[in-house]
């Protein structure tokens, strides 16, 4: 039986609930195991219709997350992790942010003949393999057995290894908040990563993410993976349509399907900082991890040679996801 939920799904089995036993809203808004199971969202593009209930919700939800810096910022030496202060501009909502976790993208495109305006809502991915979480040198960053992937505002030192290796450049900072005041700080990081974590906290109270519950039109459905890419690819043939997620940086939680080719959207729409591309991802992790077999496997007189062409092969895949972050 299919545990895919949507608003409306959701909304459906609350009125039905209440007719009968009173069953817990939890059982009827996610799958009842939604801790150790990787859930994905599938994000219909053809039924959003761009009014920004999700991302006012998402604001709403997650207030209380939202960093609440201490200045003066502390003078770093030397000055190689740049100073970025978005809590004088906490209203805007056209990018990511420390305070703008999902915003919605668009892109005029042809859609059976006709110009169209397609609205995209854009955040963390959630990638089942997630480099920001493997390769963040704190441990800040953690996965958990749901496959949600988020940052720990307490460890975290804001050094934004975790946006160097995102294929989507998607977690943000904000300067003078987090561990490294406490630290050194003058010397270490320079603030706090935030991005989406999925409203981790909600779902494990068995309650929707605050984008999904607050959209009217359903374009979000959440549930097991499997499912949701059995549900994107039955979408797909009905509509003629495309998958974006499945594959990308080895596959995601958060799939996407479109009447139209990715790229083509990826072309039509605007690019630049905090606004992530559309583009081919390759799999970050899977660089990351031939480069940490070849340190140990090659001949002592190759390592160099071997590292170098590996390092090269896995920087041409992050310069690639910076081309396309500021195309
Ligand atoms: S999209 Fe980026 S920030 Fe999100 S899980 Fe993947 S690597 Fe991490
Ligand atoms: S899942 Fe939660 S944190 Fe992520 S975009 Fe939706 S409301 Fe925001
Ligand atoms: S609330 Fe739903 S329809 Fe409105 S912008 Fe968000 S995803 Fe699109």
Redesign the pocket.
């Known amino acids: 039986m299919s545990t895919l939920l949507s608003r409306r799904a959701f909304l459906r089995g609350g009125v039905a609930a209440a007719g009968t036993v009173a069953a817990s809203p939890v059982a009827k808004a996610l799958p009842q195991d939604n801790t150790s199971e990787q859930l994905a969202?599938l994000i219909d593009i053809q039924r959003c219709i761009g009014c920004e209930s999700?991302v006012e919700?998402?604001r709403d939800?997650?207030q209380t997350k939202f960093p609440n810096p201490a200045k003066p910022f502390p003078k770093m030496y030397p000055n190689r992790v740049p100073v970025e202060d978005w809590s004088e501009k906490q209203d805007v909502m056209d990018r990511l942010t420390p305070y703008n976790?999902?915003f919605i993208q668009s892109a005029y495109v042809d859609v059976n003949g006709e110009e169209t305006e397609l609205s995209i809502?854009r955040?963390?991915m959630h990638c089942t393999n997630p480099p920001c979480v493997k390769l963040c040198p704190w441990g800040a960053a953690q996965q958990l057995d749901n496959g949600i992937s988020r940052i720990d505002a307490d460890l975290c030192l804001g050094g934004s290894k975790c946006k160097n290796v995102c294929p989507w450049q998607i977690p943000q900072r904000q300067t003078g908040t987090g561990l490294y005041l406490d630290l050194l700080p003058s010397l270490a990081g320079n603030g706090v990563m935030y991005k989406?974590?999925?409203?981790h906290d909600?779902i494990a109270e068995g309650e929707l993410?605050?984008?999904?519950d607050a959209c009217p039109e359903d374009v979000q459905t959440i549930g097991p993976r499997d499912e949701i890419i059995a549900e994107a690819h039955r979408i797909a043939a009905d509509i003629d349509g495309y998958i974006y997620g499945e594959h990308e940086n080895g596959g995601t939680n958060t799939i996407y399907v479109s009447p139209v080719p990715f790229e083509e959207i990826n072309r039509a729409m605007e690019g630049g900082k905090g606004i992530p591309h559309l583009g081919a991802a390759t799999n970050r992790m899977e660089a990351a991890e031939n480069l940490a077999l070849a340190m140990v496997i090659a001949p002592f007189a190759g390592l160099a040679a071997a590292a170098g062409k590996i390092v090269k092969h896995f920087k041409s895949g992050i310069d690639q996801g910076d081309a396309n972050e500021t195309k």
Do not use: F, G, K, V
């Open positions: 969202t999700c919700a998402c939800s997650n976790w999902l809502p955040r963390c989406c974590d999925r409203c909600r993410p605050a984008c999904i």
